[in-house]
């Protein structure tokens, strides 16, 4: 075959993140006495996806990260609180969400049983680490690397590069990135110089997004992987 090892995004594109983080996110508001109904969801998400992105950028720090998207929320909705209380809260609650996306234990079998599987993801390392415990690709995984840990994040390539180090292979052409996101996931892959998957889950492909391959469902990123 031609890849020798699979590096895989986590959140969209083996997890549910979004529902993961909605029902995680429902739980904290409620449970601090803040308003959870889908307009709060909708503001907290946009507040959440833009710091993100900031933090793609080397614009802010992960720590920093977790409080200013708590901060910005009860501005914007005219609430006091704690946003550091609610910061704690909602990282313990993800922890706890475990919802991969249909078909992707089944598919990190296939894949594991033809190479390694190493998780890189931006994230925190306590929530990373919880889902993956127990979840239904853990024992599919023959590692993580997790962007609090490294003290970098996608889309910086030496997270490709730790994930590659780890698993012993120095050859760039038999590693591939699969990921969902092309500000991260497939920009790594870009700047590091190895071929990448951008997985769209039913999604139209966006002009100009620079992957290697695009699959619809895990079955074309199946076929395409484990290609001879």
Known sequence: MKYKLLLSDADGTLFDFDAGKHRALVTVLDRFGLPSGDDAVCVFTRINESIWKRFERGLISQDRLSVERFEDFLKEMGKRGDPEGLSLAFIAELGNQRLLIPGADR????????????LVTNGIAKVQRSRVAGSGVEPYLAGIVISEEIGCAKPNPEMLYAAMKMS???????????????????????????????????????????ATFVANTYKEAEDYILRE
Do not use: W
């Open 168 to 210: 012993g292979l120095a050859d760039l052409g038999g590693a591939v990135m699969l990921g969902d996101s092309i500000t991260a996931d497939i920009q790594a892959a870009r700047n590091a110089g190895i071929d990448s998957v951008l997985f769209l889950n039913g999604k139209a492909a966006p002009r100009g997004h620079g």
């Open 107 to 118: 598919f990190c079998r296939r894949i594991s049983e033809k190479m390694p599987i190493y």
